[in-house]
């Protein structure tokens, strides 16, 4: 059977400052695409939630990937926390810590799984991909045209 995996997206602007914006969840890594990565790349909007966001205003982008959906994540999460405060107060005798701990938000999803953020973004919104950079680099097609001139002589036996 094909595990799934399911792709969430947290992000920071210069309005939210230090506070993070849940974006999406849930998704596929074809609805990723197609849904973030697609307007971040190109520096459009993004629309998710109701809201429409310039790509160009975000300062921070986090991609999570889990094996479940954003729900059963988060319930893990509260229980991982939950059951690390109250091994800090066994540990401490110190009862007067209260925290609900994490999992009760949805951009608490960042702790959830793994952060995939650098296999899909590697720079600035509206900055192209790596591999654009380097196939849109003058010099990588001039050696590039030159090594299939060379392949295609030595094919043509001259």
Known sequence: MEQRHYFHVVVWTAQSGDEPIFLFGDL????????????????????????????????AVRIIETPNVKDEALKAVQERSLWRIEEFRRQRKWASMTSAGYGWDDDD??????????????????????????????????????????????????
Request: positive net charge; proline residues 4%; without cysteine.
């Open 28 to 59: 596929s890594e074809k609805q990723l695409k197609r849904q973030f990565l697609n307007p971040y790349h190109t520096g459009g909007n993004i629309f998710a939630q109701q809201k429409v966001l310039k790509a160009t205003e975000l300062t």
């Open 109 to 158: 999803i960042a702790y959830a799984g793994k952060d995939v953020t650098t296999s899909y973004v590697n720079g600035r919104p509206g900055s192209p991909s790596l591999l654009s950079q380097i196939t849109h680099n003058h010099w990588v097609r001039v050696v590039g045209a030159g090594l299939v001139l060379l392949l295609l002589l030595g094919w043509l036996n001259v």
